[in-house]
Protein backbone atom coordinates (compact mmCIF):
# COMPACT_ATOMS: atom_id res chain seq x y z
CA UNK A 1 0.00 0.00 0.00
CA UNK A 2 1.11 3.62 -0.51
CA UNK A 3 -0.25 6.48 1.35
CA UNK A 4 -0.72 10.11 -0.31
CA UNK A 5 -2.52 12.61 0.05
CA UNK A 6 -5.78 14.03 -1.63
CA UNK A 7 -4.44 17.33 -3.70
CA UNK A 8 -8.00 18.79 -2.92
CA UNK A 9 -8.28 18.54 1.08
CA UNK A 10 -4.70 16.68 1.45
CA UNK A 11 -6.74 14.08 3.43
CA UNK A 12 -4.33 10.85 3.72
CA UNK A 13 -5.14 7.97 1.38
CA UNK A 14 -4.42 4.60 0.89
CA UNK A 15 -4.04 3.11 -2.52
CA UNK A 16 -2.42 -0.27 -3.39
CA UNK A 17 1.01 -0.17 -4.66
CA UNK A 18 0.06 -1.06 -8.33
CA UNK A 19 -3.09 1.43 -8.43
CA UNK A 20 -3.37 3.99 -11.39
CA UNK A 21 -5.81 6.01 -12.96
CA UNK A 22 -8.56 8.28 -12.27
CA UNK A 23 -10.14 8.12 -8.04
CA UNK A 24 -12.89 9.59 -6.35
CA UNK A 25 -11.64 10.94 -2.67
CA UNK A 26 -14.15 9.33 -0.10
CA UNK A 27 -13.36 12.18 2.08
CA UNK A 28 -13.96 15.30 0.29
CA UNK A 29 -15.52 13.44 -3.37
CA UNK A 30 -12.94 15.14 -4.94
CA UNK A 31 -11.55 13.37 -8.70
CA UNK A 32 -7.90 12.96 -8.97
CA UNK A 33 -5.53 11.48 -11.51
CA UNK A 34 -3.04 8.99 -9.92
CA UNK A 35 0.36 6.90 -11.54
CA UNK A 36 -0.86 7.71 -14.80
CA UNK A 37 1.52 8.01 -18.11
CA UNK A 38 0.12 10.53 -20.24
CA UNK A 39 1.90 12.15 -22.98
CA UNK A 40 0.95 15.43 -23.56
CA UNK A 41 2.22 18.59 -25.63
CA UNK A 42 3.58 21.85 -24.16
CA UNK A 43 0.22 23.37 -24.59
CA UNK A 44 -1.70 20.80 -23.11
CA UNK A 45 0.48 21.14 -20.00
CA UNK A 46 0.15 25.05 -19.73
CA UNK A 47 -3.82 24.98 -20.16
CA UNK A 48 -4.27 22.07 -18.37
CA UNK A 49 -2.17 21.94 -14.89
CA UNK A 50 -5.56 22.15 -12.77
CA UNK A 51 -5.88 18.26 -13.60
CA UNK A 52 -2.56 17.40 -12.26
CA UNK A 53 -0.64 17.15 -9.13
CA UNK A 54 1.86 20.23 -9.32
CA UNK A 55 4.48 19.68 -6.68
CA UNK A 56 4.95 22.69 -4.43
CA UNK A 57 7.44 25.52 -5.22
CA UNK A 58 7.66 26.90 -1.87
CA UNK A 59 4.84 29.66 -2.63
CA UNK A 60 2.34 27.40 -1.79
CA UNK A 61 3.57 26.99 1.65
CA UNK A 62 3.58 31.13 1.91
CA UNK A 63 0.51 32.68 3.87
CA UNK A 64 -1.66 34.70 2.49
CA UNK A 65 -0.22 38.20 3.38
CA UNK A 66 3.27 37.01 2.10
CA UNK A 67 1.14 36.31 -1.45
CA UNK A 68 0.15 39.30 -1.50
CA UNK A 69 2.90 41.39 -0.67
CA UNK A 70 5.18 39.22 -3.19
CA UNK A 71 2.17 39.47 -6.59
CA UNK A 72 2.24 43.57 -5.35
CA UNK A 73 6.08 43.63 -5.99
CA UNK A 74 5.83 41.66 -9.11
CA UNK A 75 3.14 44.33 -10.63
CA UNK A 76 5.33 46.56 -9.39
CA UNK A 77 8.29 45.47 -11.32
CA UNK A 78 6.24 44.89 -14.56
CA UNK A 79 4.78 48.55 -14.38
CA UNK A 80 8.32 50.44 -13.61
CA UNK A 81 9.18 48.11 -16.80
CA UNK A 82 6.67 49.14 -19.11
CA UNK A 83 7.38 52.99 -17.78
CA UNK A 84 11.26 52.36 -19.33
CA UNK A 85 10.17 50.59 -22.24
CA UNK A 86 7.75 53.56 -23.30
CA UNK A 87 10.56 56.34 -22.28
CA UNK A 88 13.16 54.42 -24.39
CA UNK A 89 10.66 54.04 -27.72
CA UNK A 90 10.00 57.78 -27.36
CA UNK A 91 13.55 58.31 -27.18
CA UNK A 92 13.90 56.02 -30.45
CA UNK A 93 11.03 58.14 -32.00
CA UNK A 94 12.36 61.69 -31.26
CA UNK A 95 15.71 60.07 -32.82
CA UNK A 96 14.20 58.86 -35.79
CA UNK A 97 12.34 62.08 -36.58
CA UNK A 98 15.72 64.14 -36.03
CA UNK A 99 17.48 62.41 -38.52
CA UNK A 100 14.84 62.67 -40.96
CA UNK A 101 15.37 66.20 -40.44
CA UNK A 102 19.11 65.91 -40.80
CA UNK A 103 18.78 64.08 -43.87
CA UNK A 104 16.22 66.91 -45.17
CA UNK A 105 18.64 69.50 -44.67
CA UNK A 106 21.54 67.61 -46.05
CA UNK A 107 19.93 67.03 -49.20
CA UNK A 108 17.59 70.41 -49.64
CA UNK A 109 19.73 72.57 -47.70
CA UNK A 110 18.39 75.22 -45.11
CA UNK A 111 14.83 76.35 -45.54
CA UNK A 112 14.01 80.34 -46.46
Known amino acids: MVEIL ?9 LDDD ?3 EFECPLCDGKFEWNVE ?16 V ?3 GSNKMDTGAK ?3 GV ?3 YKAVQTADRAIGVLISV ?5 FVFL ?4 LFFGPIR
Not at 93 to 97: A, E, T
Not at 102 to 105: A, G, K, N, P, T
Open 19 to 21: ASG
Open 73 to 75: YVG
Open 102 to 105: MLIY
Open 93 to 97: IFLIF
Open 68 to 70: VVA
Open 38 to 53: VEESFDDAVTHTENRI
Open 6 to 14: CPHCEGELE
Open 55 to 57: PSQ
